[in-house]
């Protein structure tokens, strides 16, 4: 617990001037770095990084590091999260860290508390060029320099969040960190991506990196015997138990020899299969299947099996956790959506060639979801000749062709391509100049080629330029209107629901979503915590009404803001008319509003569009509505 007087503890810092100054918030008014966090986004334009109320208690996941504020991509109020690095973070004495004004000049944040000490506040100027072009270059060479520089000053490992050369030239940068084990950095990285919070911590607050830990303890809830009685209670299970049941997917599932989100979802993907930019959502299902088959389940899969789960290369994002998701291979964590957007989304079907694309983006510091995706744009666009190789400063077309494909040799060399347009990326004069989003240099490189080129990329669009590539599943939920997406905020299912009814469901997903966010507890536990949470917080706090209460109106306050635009891409319309076509004609779903659709859009794709999209928009808002009806 956060002492006897439950109060949020937030340190207050001015990078402009190095003012800072605690600020105390009682819990019952807030509940934690998200509600809290839009608060001081539309007060102060902050940028808030937290722990949840739960952090440093036995409960497993529950030290997740919430980063929250107006996101430079999105271009409305967004929420990322980091596994484990909030078990170092409770260790400074406080809750959440909040950052206004730039520093004059590029700095690294130092924030250290030994015992009862106040805390320790320095900002040390430095040169980013120099940094990320030593070591092991990028985002790793931040954390380098970082413990290099500050390391001997903690008794206890610090942990250090750092951007890469991606948070300068673009507005989706991410943020990057990984555990410290006596003194030295470990490869089991861990990101912030979503969002683009690197970008705004380098652009908007001048920062490279923060260093952070101490000594200090907080009254943290350590009752093991009460969480198993909450347990007990609610699942007439212990909560060592229960945590392993419902974490297996994540572990190793028994049901497909495999684990991780990546072994899980490739294993049961089949025909669902995204690869070449969307164009599978075309093909016949077959000829999907036959794909997942060939070049999925009897290679890229089968590497993974092969060198990560069967050796038991796993690892914890940093905190103890029975899940052990982070799936090593060396210096490589296999998570699905980055393998899958820098994976068969871009042509790659190998794990060496997709290795190499993915770290080579980590180390740039990209946001790897949506750097994926805009890839696999800028090469399906190569591959048909709407755009010239010379024109995105490369000289090279990529390997797409089906018939004849090389899985080893062509995956390598699209791996080889796609580096060298994240290097035009990066560079002040290079040929894909990303400052403004992507969504805007789409618009202009539609002007110059064609409409089609814009049609190519999948995307959601969100105001005058908000741009955030989708989750990696084929489902129509992926491209609802919601306030935030690109997160699991939505209804993410295989199954059909009528647009207006999928709106309603992802408004629900929503709330349960901002309840594991605000308290800082990682979604991979989300079966029991969903369920037992608000107990927890009514018997720690007294608290239980005026949290499930504050949901409610923090999800209220986020979609009242909801500049959501309509689908800008045909391939968004496709891949949910595609995705309808599937459900009644491969998997024989009987149900008359499904045959409603499927004929709409075979009639008038546009129109049908329109509704489907603005239904889902009113589900939304009937669900968060400040007042429902």
Known sequence: MQGSNHELKVLMLDTATGFYRMQRYRVGDFFGPVDLGIHLAFKHNALTIGAGLLAGSVLPGSNRLIFAGISPCWHGFYVSSMGGAALVFDNLGINMLSLVGKAPHPSLLYLNRNHGEEIKVELIQVVPEQIWESGRQGVYAVMEAAIRMFGPRYEKDPRVLAVGPAACFTDFGAVGSAPVKK????????????????????????????????????????????????????????????????????????????????????????????????????????????????????????????????TKQQRTCGEPCAAVCKKMHGIYKKDYEPYQSMGPLCGIFDQRAAEQLNHHADRLGFDAVSVGGTLAWLMDCLDDGLIAPAALGVNQKPRWEMSTFDVVGDSMHNAELGMALLNQMILPDGKIVLQFGVRKFARRLSREKGRQVLDRFVYNAFARQGWMVPNQYWTPGAYAPMAITGKYYMYYG????????????????????????????????????????????????????AFLSSLHMTASRITSRNASVFWESERNMDMVFEFLKNKKRIDGVSHPELDHWVEFFTRDKHAASYEFWYDMHKGIHEMLREYPV
């Not at 200090?216 to 299970?237: L, M």
């Not at 989100?261 to 930019?277: C, E, H, Q, R």
């Not at 709330?511 to 800082?520: F, Y």
């Open 183 to 310: 003194g030295q950095l470990t490869h089991v990285d861990t990101w912030a991506g979503r969002g683009g919070f690197g970008s705004k911590l380098f652009q908007e607050h001048g920062l490279l990196g923060i260093i952070y830990g101490g000594t200090h303890i907080d009254d943290d809830f350590r009752d093991r015997s009460v969480a198993d009685q909450w347990f007990q209670d609610k699942f007439n299970q212990r909560m060592a138990a229960k945590d392993m049941e419902v974490t297996t997917k994540y572990r190793y599932d028994l049901k497909f020899n495999t684990g991780g989100t990546f072994g899980a979802n490739y294993a049961a993907m089949d025909g669902d299969i995204l690869a070449f930019n969307y164009r599978t959502i075309y093909w016949s299902h077959e000829a999907r299947r036959d794909l997942h088959e060939r070049f999925i389940l009897n290679h890229y899969l089968k590497q993974f099996n092969e060198e990560t789960i069967q």
């Open 494 to 545: 295989r199954d059909f629901l009528p647009p207006r009814e999928l709106g309603r469901e992802s408004a629900q997903r929503m709330l349960k979503e901002l309840m594991l966010d605000n308290l800082g507890i990682c979604r991979f536990h989300r079966a029991w915590a969903e369920t037992l949470i608000p107990d927890i917080v009514g018997d720690l706090f007294g608290e239980k009404d």
